[in-house]
């Protein structure tokens, strides 16, 4: 190959090497910022990860209230129905001896009127006479109720018992309220819980292309840098053999000047011999010549 189809060559492979070097940048930019793109998800699906470890600890603490609330409620239940139990039986008893004694008015009614009598004294100005009538009816009234000596007994026990189990009752309607509170909080958690654990399978699969992509870049890119170098080498390689070629030339050159140069100093040395008249450019040949 001539020094002109040699430089002609190098000149295309410049033009190549130019373009390759902006493909190259290129898909460096590419590459990059499907990594980024990777690491970027890789935090976030980090940062939900710790978002659901969070929200495990809370559910586990409500499971736990829950349980420990569930227990006290059927405690109390339970013993709502024991106390239920043993009304009923003193109810049971209170029948049987209305009818062995014969009692006609029921001792909680005369209880009742003797409070409402009390309270009316308390409460309101009565006149003098009006006062000695109630007070004579409460007396009255207490009379009777003493006389019913074992069935009063039986329903201070049943009304001890009823007010007992009403406040059990109420602390049974409690417990159950608040496993309601935190089963509701409950449900919200594991509601999250599936709406991250989602969140995290899709950033996963956006994660996993983003890499895919990282590695078809990354190969286009040691690809294109493979070819990059090729070209160089050529280049370096075509240059080289310009190099040789002027070498070579320069010595054909020199190796054609002393050979004319010698003739010509030949040519003088004759005219010297032969005593003729030299020219000045006889002088010029015959000093380069040495």
Request: glycine content about 2%; charged content about 45%.
């Amino acid at each position: 190959m001539d020094r002109k189809d040699l430089i002609s060559k190098v000149d295309e492979l410049r033009r190549d090497v130019t373009s390759l070097k902006s493909k190259l940048n290129e898909v460096s930019i590419k590459k990059e910022n499907q990594f980024n793109t990777k690491e970027e998800l890789k935090k976030q699906v980090s940062e939900l990860i710790s978002k659901i470890k969070i929200l495990k600890k809370s559910k586990e603490t409500f499971n736990l209230k829950i349980r420990v609330l569930k227990k006290e409620r059927d405690d109390y239940n339970k013993k709502v129905k024991e106390l239920a139990s043993q009304i009923r039986k003193l109810n049971e008893e209170k029948k049987d001896l209305f009818k062995k004694q014969k009692i006609k008015i029921d001792p909680l009614k005369i209880k009742k009127q003797i409070e409402e009598l009390e309270l009316k004294v308390e409460t309101e100005a009565l006149n003098l006479d009006r006062e000695k009538k109630v007070m004579d009816r409460i007396r009255q009234l207490k009379k009777v109720y003493s006389e019913c000596g074992v069935v009063s007994a039986l329903d201070n026990s049943i009304e001890n018992l009823s007010a007992e189990l009403k406040g059990i009752r109420d602390k049974a309607k409690k417990s159950h309220k608040e496993i309601q509170e935190i089963a509701k909080e409950n449900r919200k958690v594991y509601d999250d819980l599936i709406l991250f654990s989602k969140e995290i399978d899709k950033i996963n699969k956006e994660q996993e292309q983003a890499f895919d992509n990282f590695l078809k870049f990354k190969k286009e890119f040691s690809e294109v840098n493979d070819d990059l170098k090729k070209k160089l080498d050529s280049i370096a390689l075509l240059k080289s053999q310009l190099g040789d070629n002027r070498k070579e030339e320069e010595r054909n050159k020199e190796f054609i000047k002393k050979k004319t140069l010698a003739k010509l100093s030949k040519a003088v040395e004759e005219k010297i011999k032969s005593k003729k008249k030299l020219t000045t450019e006889d002088l010029l040949a015959y000093q380069q010549s040495g």
